[in-house]
């Protein structure tokens, strides 16, 4: 089969929310691939005996969290004008996403994952402390060298040094048993920071009742291996 070579490369930036709060990496790119035929896209696709639309997230959602700053990346075998296509895609679009940006990137620019260098987050964790008693636990944590950390899962555990994936934390509120953080994390080859262990290394009661993105930050050249 003749499968026609990219013409464009479109980069979508959208939030997450609702229903697609608990869908999946995976799932989560199917709604897009569905979305993006019901538009009408030329999608361009892989070569081989199962061809895949040329699709690709920055960086992967985990269940649970919500966002308003995932990327997506689309190439097309055919060029269209960014914002008709926004305009399209809006119409189709499913329950739970919400669309923020539609432009064209360069074609042969490396992949969006292979640019990660952090995400940034606002973490709600219910515990009694007070906005002093959080801003001593946070200072304490970056002021240390390392901080070693076991991960379960499934049969595996994975032990590595937390403290490398923390750029950044901070307390926003701490009220009515609540408190409210902003996190900085390391997102690239080196490993992916998740706000509900950090919350838990900070002596938090209990996890985070909702972890939301709020960015995520590409390096200018992709991340070496």
Known sequence: MNHPEPAQRLQIRFGADGPLKYVSHLDLMRVWERVCKRA????ATSHGFSPRPKIALAAP????VTSEAELLDLLLTERVDPAETM???SAELTAGLTLFEVREGPLKQASLQSMLKAAEYVVDVPDPRTIEEWRTAIA???GRDEIPWSHQRGNETKSYD???LVFDL???SAQDGVATLTMRLRNDEQGAGRPEQVALSLGASSEP?????TAIELSAEPVPA
């Open 40 to 43: 009408g896209l030329p999608l």
């Open 61 to 64: 959602l985990a269940v649970g």
């Open 87 to 89: 305009r399209q895609l």
């Open 140 to 142: 304490a944590l970056l």
């Open 162 to 164: 937390l403290r490398k």
């Open 170 to 172: 901070d307390v926003v």
């Open 209 to 213: 009742t909702r972890i939301h993105r």
